[in-house]
T-cell receptor
Framework: QQQVKQSPQSLIVQKGGISIINCAYE??????FPWYQQFPGKGPALLIA?????SEKKEGRFTISFNKSAKQFSLHIMDSQPGDSATYFC???????????FGGGTRLMVKP | DAGVIQSPRHEVTEMGQEVTLRCKPI?????LFWYRQTMMRGLELLIY????????DSGMPEDRFSAKMPNASFSTLKIQPSEPRDSAVYFC??????????FGPGTRLTVL
């Protein structure tokens, strides 16, 4: 499996601030890029996903920015809230979302 | 829907013992995935099934690991014999027609 590199490993943001998590991938065949959110003791849950035919996708406070030429994508969380404190994983797939390769994860803490 | 169901939630065993993890996917989903999560290696795909047939098991670490899906509502992941380095959280996930995967709560395995 090709790597997906995620940064930073941990992030502390004040309530109301913007959280930014970055990912870079190697496999140019990837055509689906989801972000998963995981709370302690729970399984990951899909947060938002993007296909490479668009450069940005927004759902509420969450936005994915995608740069195909640089093979990079990022998650922006606007107006971050303490309830957003969780671990976030980016991933890439080239098999209709089946063969997901996950990044290493980012532990986000939003301080009240 | 109850979501993906995994059992047991916690398993503590001794090195050399056989361990069987169980998963019930969401009804109607035709793809099932087994993942392993550790601090060192992150979230790794072990094997996935489509319509009860194993499609890719390249992530299975070694012959001690085996997975079966005898019908659309049940799958097992077996480790025999277990070793301390198998200690991890094992997740089962299911999806319908690819893309969004729904994860179960996981089984925390500790091998002493």
């Amino acid at each position: 499996q090709q790597q997906v590199k995620q940064s930073p490993q941990s992030l502390i943001v004040q309530k109301g601030g913007i959280s930014i998590i970055n990912c870079a991938y190697e496999n140019t065949a990837f055509d689906y890029f989801p972000w998963y959110q995981q709370f302690p003791g729970k399984g990951p849950a899909l947060l938002i996903a993007i296909r490479p035919d668009v450069s940005e996708k927004k759902e509420g406070r969450f936005t994915i920015s995608f740069n195909k030429s640089a093979k990079q994508f990022s998650l922006h969380i606007m107006d971050s809230q303490p309830g957003d404190s969780a671990t976030y994983f980016c991933a890439g797939s080239n098999n209709a979302g089946n063969m997901l390769t996950f990044g290493g994860g980012t532990r986000l803490m939003v301080k009240p | 829907d109850a979501g993906v169901i995994q059992s047991p939630r916690h398993e503590v065993t001794e090195m050399g013992q056989e361990v069987t993890l169980r998963c019930k996917p969401i009804s109607g989903h035709n793809s099932l995935f087994w993942y392993r999560q550790t601090m060192m290696r992150g979230l790794e795909l072990l094997i996935y099934f489509n319509n009860n047939v194993p499609i890719d098991d390249s992530g299975m670490p070694e012959d001690r690991f085996s997975a079966k899906m005898p019908n659309a509502s049940f799958s097992t992941l077996k480790i025999q014999p277990s070793e301390p380095r198998d200690s991890a959280v094992y997740f089962c996930a299911s999806s319908s027609q690819g893309f969004e995967q729904f994860f179960g709560p996981g089984t925390r395995l500790t091998v002493l």
